[in-house]
Structures are given as C-alpha cells and as structure tokens.
C-alpha cells in the first residue's frame, strides 16, 4: 500500500501467488497451501529417492508438513535420516510429517469393500487426516455380504463426506450412495480377475451409478479421494457454523 500498511487479507492474496523455488529438477510452489490447505504433495512414483528427499526437506522446512504417496519403506528410512519425525504409513505406502495438528473436524467416513482395497483406502485416510479431519473407518462391506454394510448404516448416515473404494465390479458406491444424504466420492481399485482390467471394469460402473450424489476418482487415487474429502467437509463445516 501506498502508506506503507497492508491488511492481513490483502497480504495472503498477494502471498498466494509469489514464485515457487527452483532446486533445479523440481519447482517446488511453498503457497500451495495458502490456497489448498495442504503443502505440494510428492508422489514418490517415478522419482529417485535422492529427489524425493531432497524435495521433502525443502516442503518441511517452509511449511512443517509433509505428504509423500506411494514410496517403500527403504524410501522412508532415506526420509527419515534426515527428517527425524517422520511418520511411515506402511498400509498406504505414504510418509507425513505434522508439526502443527490441529482439532480435527469430524464428518469423513472412508469405506472400503474387501481387504485388498486397504492401500487405497488407507492413503485416502492419511490424506484427509493430515488436512486437519478425524477419519472413520468402515472396511471390508462389499456387497457379497451386504449385512455388513448395514450394521454400519447409522454411523454412514452421520457423515458429511463418505469415500468408498472398491474393485471387482465396484457396485459398493453405489449402495452407499442409495442410502445416505451426503455426497460419495467412489474409488475404483486394480483388484479383481482379469475381467476387472486392472480397475476398468469398476471405473465404468461407478460412473455409470444410477444412485445420485456419486463422484468418481481415477483407479486406485486413494490421494486425489481423502483430499477432496477434506475440502468437501471443510465447506461443510464453514457453512454450517455460518
């Protein structure tokens, strides 16, 4: 400003979108999380883990949070040597770093319809979890025995968000969705018989759900799903104490 002050909104907007640092390999944008609510994510697929760590070091240091996908433990011992609290998901494959929790909102329930679906359930709920929510869990109700799912059905109901992961035919979501109110986000996995294609037979069910309120990730984005949960219960919860 031209008198020397600036508000403390103003000086956020001008933040989100001041230039990202370049180690050389990466570009690491340290304001993605005034914007996201969550610091740059790496996913460890396809990079060395000489990158991965030297990216990680340089997300902890600005923001002391830090999401890793898809990495193996010998990753995380590398992470680890040099960020001594990091955490390793071994169910999720995901390292995190939270040097700032806070109360966690309620409102996300994450299912998921057979034990081969947990890696990608579970990286749904270390996302949502280190976006600041307390995640319910609710595994192993696939539709081959529905009563499962309906012994949960007054916890379903209580959700503001629900994610629901599935392989095989992937009609779980759907089920879900023709019982609840709030919104379903439907993840797809690879597992099944060769049939399934590696997760196309349940992706094109899901996106074929005749049940309203159903959303669909890519196969096996257990990420992309327990963010989007996070920022649907955020907005959930802002507009219900407004």
Known sequence: MAGGTTSVEDALEELRYL?????????????????????????????????????????????????????????????????????????????????????????????????????????????????????????????????RLLDHLPKLREARVLVVVAGMEGALPSVVSGLVSAPVIAVPTSTGYGAAFQGLAPLLTMLNSCAPGVAVVNIDNGFGAGYLAAVINRLARSGEEG
Do not use: W
């Not at 990079?47 to 949070?65: F, W, Y």
């Not at 929790?101 to 998921?112: D, N, Q, R």
């Not at 709920?125 to 280190?130: N, Y």
């Open 19 to 147: 230039p990202y640092e370049d180690i050389g390999f990466a570009k690491i944008d340290h304001h993605r999380a005034l914007r996201d609510n969550l610091p740059e994510v790496i996913l460890g697929e396809g990079k060395t883990t000489a990158q991965i760590v030297a990216v990680a070091e340089k997300l902890v240091e600005r923001s002391g949070r830090l999401l890793v996908t898809r990495v193996d433990e010998p990753c995380f011992q590398a992470i680890r040597e040099r960020i001594a609290d990091a955490v390793y998901h071994q169910e999720a494959r995901a390292v995190t770093v939270d040097r700032h929790p806070s109360v966690p909102m309620t409102g996300v329930v994450i299912l998921c319809a057979g034990t081969a679906d947990l890696p990608v359930a579970e990286e749904a709920a270390v996302t949502s979890e280190l976006m600041g929510h307390q995640v319910e869990r609710v595994y192993d109700v696939g539709v081959a025995g529905i009563h």
